[in-house]
């Protein structure tokens, strides 16, 4: 491909995409994980004890918190997946929808955080695990968000 400069542009899933196309393999197994840590929460009596009315643990809005986590991180599992098909199948879709889970999952975070503060007040805002995701889905979006809208690969690339 030859851009508006006269200048060839290289194409294909080389450069830095190759950094992209690891992420976004990674992606589905990281989520995949974070789903899987639910079922301690169900198969331990944790979920009956924090949801039922009169238990000395009784914890109001978590049983709708925590099904409102699962819903999210099983959009974002899928969207995944999907991300993996159009990555590797250079679809024009893949930048953009690339871009939406990025900074979806950075508000996630946040919104997930503050949420969590008000169901667990004594709790801190970010605990270690937390600061950590939020960190990656912070730096994520600053590093790659860019390249997608800019990069004359991206552009080369994702052309079906």
Same mark, same amino acid.
């Given at each position: 491909? &030859?851009?508006? #400069?006269?200048?060839?542009? /290289?194409?294909?899933?080389?450069?830095?995409?190759?950094?992209?196309? +690891?992420?976004?393999?990674?992606?589905?197994? &990281? &989520?995949?994980?974070?789903?899987?840590?639910?079922?301690?929460?169900?198969?331990?009596?944790?979920?009956?004890?924090?949801?039922?009315?009169?238990?000395?643990?009784?914890?109001?809005? *978590?049983?709708? *918190?925590?099904?409102?986590?699962?819903?999210?991180?099983?959009?974002? *599992? =899928?969207?995944?997946?999907?991300?993996?098909?159009?990555? +590797?199948? /250079? #679809? %024009?879709? *893949?930048? %953009?929808?690339?871009?939406?889970?990025?900074?979806?999952?950075?508000? =996630?975070?946040?919104?997930?955080?503050?949420?969590? %503060?008000?169901?667990?007040?004594s709790e801190p805002l970010f605990d270690a695990e937390t600061t950590k995701i939020l960190i990656r889905a912070l730096l994520s979006s600053i590093i790659w968000v860019p390249y997608m809208l800019m990069s004359k690969r991206v552009k080369a690339t994702f052309i079906k």
């Amino acid at each position: 491909m &030859i851009d508006e #400069k006269g200048n060839e542009v /290289k194409s294909g899933l080389g450069g830095w995409l190759v950094l992209v196309g +690891f992420g976004t393999v990674l992606g589905p197994i &990281i &989520i995949f994980s974070h789903l899987n840590s639910y079922l301690t929460i169900f198969n331990d009596g944790s979920y009956e004890m924090l949801t039922t009315p009169g238990s000395a643990v009784y914890t109001s809005f *978590f049983g709708i *918190f925590l099904w409102g986590e699962i819903l999210c991180n099983a959009l974002l *599992f =899928f969207a995944a997946l999907y991300l993996i098909l159009l990555f +590797f199948s /250079k #679809k %024009k879709l *893949f930048p %953009k929808l690339y871009i939406y889970v990025l900074v979806g999952s950075l508000i =996630f975070v946040i919104i997930d955080a503050l949420i969590a %503060k008000q169901i667990f007040p004594s709790e801190p805002l970010f605990d270690a695990e937390t600061t950590k995701i939020l960190i990656r889905a912070l730096l994520s979006s600053i590093i790659w968000v860019p390249y997608m809208l800019m990069s004359k690969r991206v552009k080369a690339t994702f052309i079906k």
